[in-house]
């Protein structure tokens, strides 16, 4: 039976060590003229700016990731109120007031992700546990729902100091249990982070190189 799962970017499922806890999001911005859309559950980079951006390539890009974005609150050009949105639009905002975004940003922090293809049985998939692996996309996204497409490349899948997500299980879901298909949920938490101490994707350290 294929599994129900569709692309939902990096949802926040908790924290190492700890229970479920999803209320880390800290406030950010993007500038009031950027133009590129981000979407709920995209990775999202630091810009030299100050500023925040969506990845840079389907894959993830060279730049270590800030996290994910949750949504953002701006003032409206036209009507002059704030809004408050899942996903930044990549325009209609006042320059005159701050464009707000929130990103969960703990290096701690786990995100469950759908395959983007079949992990052939369980077996094997519990074999990619503690390995690395890149997005098969992750800067578009569904502009009716906001929401990001985001998806784990089961073809990336190896120990790569540089790739983006580290694998630390598989979501127990009974309607997405079927390896042979896409959409199984993985665990991850991001490999590179760039708040951790040693997150940076050049430093290449032990600690990010999967088994």
């Known amino acids: 039976m294929a599994n129900t799962n569709v692309a939902f970017g990096l949802r926040p499922v908790g924290v190492n060590g700890q229970g479920a806890n999803t209320t880390g999001a800290?406030?950010?911005?993007?500038?009031?003229?950027n133009t590129n859309v981000i979407y709920q559950g995209s990775p999202v980079i630091p810009l030299s700016t100050?500023?925040?951006?969506?990845?840079?390539?389907?894959?993830?890009?060279?730049?270590?990731?800030?996290?994910?974005?949750?949504?953002?609150?701006?003032v409206s050009s036209t009507t002059g109120k704030t809004?408050?949105?899942n996903h930044w639009p990549g325009s209609g905002?006042?320059?005159?007031?701050p464009v707000k975004a929130y990103v969960y940003d703990n290096p701690n922090q786990t995100f469950v992700i759908a395959a983007d293809a079949s992990l052939t049985n369980e077996a094997t998939a519990r074999g990619?546990?503690?390995?690395?692996?890149?997005?098969a996309t992750a800067t578009s996204g569904?502009?009716?729902?906001?929401?990001?497409?985001?998806?784990?490349?089961?073809?990336?899948?190896?120990?790569t100091a540089a790739l983006h997500l580290r694998i630390i299980g598989i979501q127990d879901d009974v309607d997405n249990q079927d390896f042979t298909a896409a959409g199984i949920p993985v665990i991850v938490r991001l490999n590179n982070s760039f708040?951790?101490?040693?997150?940076?994707?050049?430093?290449?350290?032990?600690?990010?190189?999967?088994?």
Request: hydrophobic share 45%; with cysteine; charged share 5%.
């Open 195 to 211: 708040n951790a101490p040693n997150g940076s994707i050049a430093a290449g350290t032990v600690s990010t190189t999967g088994v």
């Open 83 to 85: 809004v408050w949105s």
């Open 142 to 159: 569904s502009s009716t729902t906001g929401i990001s497409s985001a998806k784990l490349g089961v073809s990336t899948i190896a120990t």
């Open 50 to 74: 100050g500023f925040i951006d969506i990845v840079g390539a389907a894959a993830g890009g060279t730049v270590s990731l800030l996290g994910v974005f949750w949504g953002c609150e701006y």
């Open 26 to 33: 800290t406030e950010y911005r993007i500038a009031a003229g």
């Open 128 to 135: 990619h546990v503690f390995a690395n692996a890149n997005f």
């Open 93 to 97: 905002a006042d320059s005159n007031h």
